[in-house]
């Protein structure tokens, strides 16, 4: 399968991009990782808080699913359809039916916590697709996106950039390795009796976090005032405030 059809340029961004674009080598980066449920989104969230923009590789695959439906729901009406078989190949005949009864749509990408049917369309295509095409595919559009933030702060600015970036969903080990090739570092979350649906939890995206090796560890067991203090005393180890 070429993935004609399904790929997503964003040339918008690239843009943006200065010639061997920014860097973040000056930058704090802290990944998240840590089971569904234990809590890496609030971690990211309170890092913001603290001044930290927030990314994460999900988003890009967010976009691309979002893509995905729209071309298979409206596709067809502008001369863009065609590759059923190989959306079928990919996604499997029970999701496939669920986009053309509309019981899957672009917007529900976004829903938190996902739909199971939802979930499994995200899985299939970032790991059983894209990553089956190159391990680093996420890796690569994050950083670039990254980069092309800075580029942009840089021409607005002339010399700012993202001092300070989280990355909320770290599952694979690769990815925590681009982290720490840009002098980054891993926090893992735990939740006690936090435990995913099956369905997640089997998944390679899921127990693949568990080979990661983390520099830090936050125990997510009480309230998020709790939670808050403990990733303010973790970041204040890493930022001049």
């Known amino acids: 399968m070429t993935g004609e059809g399904i790929t997503v340029r964003n040339q918008g961004a690239k843009a943006l991009a200065i010639s061997g674009a920014m860097k973040l080598c000056g930058s ?3 990944g998240i990782t840590g089971f569904s ?3 890496k989104d609030t971690v990211a969230a309170l890092l913001a808080m603290r001044g930290f923009t927030r990314y994460a590789f999900a988003d890009e695959l967010r976009e691309e699913v979002r893509n995905v439906i729209s071309l298979l729901l409206y596709g067809a009406e502008h ?3 065609g590759h059923e078989d190989a959306y079928l190949e990919v996604y499997g005949k029970e999701i496939v039916e669920a986009i053309y009864a509309y019981e899957l749509l672009p917007e529900m990408v976004y829903a938190k916590p996902a739909p199971p049917l939802m979930r499994q369309l995200l899985q299939r295509h970032g790991t059983e697709f894209r990553r089956t ?3 680093n595919y996420w890796v690569s559009k994050l950083m670039e996106k990254i980069d092309n933030s800075d580029a942009a702060l840089m021409a607005l600015y002339g010399g700012a950039n ?3 970036v989280s990355i909320s969903d770290v599952r694979f080990a690769n990815e925590a390795d681009a982290i720490r090739e840009r002098g980054g570092k891993i926090w893992r979350v735990t939740r006690p009796n936090a435990h ?4 997640i939890l089997h998944h390679i995206s899921e127990s693949g976090q568990s080979e990661i090796v983390a520099d830090e560890t936050l125990v ?9 203090l403990k990733v303010r005393g973790l970041s204040s180890r ?4």
């Open 162 to 164: 993202s001092d300070f």
């Open 196 to 199: 995913a649906p099956d369905g």
């Open 238 to 241: 890493e930022v001049p405030f």
């Open 220 to 228: 997510n067991d009480g309230t998020v005032y709790d939670l808050a």
């Open 37 to 39: 449920g234990s809590g």
């Open 79 to 81: 001369g863009a359809g």
């Open 28 to 30: 704090t980066i802290i």
């Open 133 to 135: 095409q190159d391990p």
